[in-house]
């Protein structure tokens, strides 16, 4: 539990703002993902990285941005374009298993999360 | 993509008792299905995961069972105690394409003593 390590714990932030989240990990793993938790809702993905430098939208992307510039660090923004941005944000990575030239994905470890808060 | 949908909601069981949770998914080409527990205020923590090359897989009291024909996979957790308490959830991935997991929404089991 203690490889990935998310901060701050609990967050808020003024309306217009834009606020920035961490993810650090020390598990040397190749992937990194952000995920919102809602009450009720499961875990829907923000944005994920497979490598350093690169990243892919997932399936809530708008009014969030991301950069992996190092291995171990995916921060993630909150834009004042996210209409609705009071939620639970989890941080996930995994390990890249290379199996005969096809690259697969082990399990995902999350961090402790950050609760936002819009005032 | 994928869509993963999952029942029941919440679910309520006498300390014991036996407790089946599940999933469907619509993408047959997925072929990796975890089992997240969440206790309250905590992070997602794995406790199982299937692969398709597998029917049934388990582990002391948690097993899984998957049925590639219809798309759907099962939590089942015998002797249930207290401390299983927590919202599950299912996912599906197809590994060999990157590393996107897709959840279903989550069952909060209440295990009562």
Redesign the interface.
Known sequence: ?GGITQSPKYLFRKEGQNVTLSCEQNLNHD?M?WYRQDP??????IY?S?IVNDF?K??IAEGYSVSREKKESFPLTVTSAQKNPTAFY?CAS?I?LGLAG????N??F????TRLTVL | ?EN?E?HP?TLSVQEGDSAVIKCTYSDSASNYF?WYKQELG?????II?IRSNVGEKKDQRIAVTLNKTAKHFSLHITETQPEDSAVY?CAA?K??S?????????TQLTVNP
Request: hydrophobic share 20%.
């Open positions: 539990d992937a993902y009720g809702q499961g875990l829907r993905l994920y497979q892919q997932g399936d989890l995994s890249r096809v690259s697969s994905y399990e995902q999350f961090g402790p999360g | 993509g993963v999952q909601s975890p905590k992070r997602p923590q794995l995961d959830f991935s590994e060999t990157g590393s996107r997991l897709t959840f279903g929404e989550g």
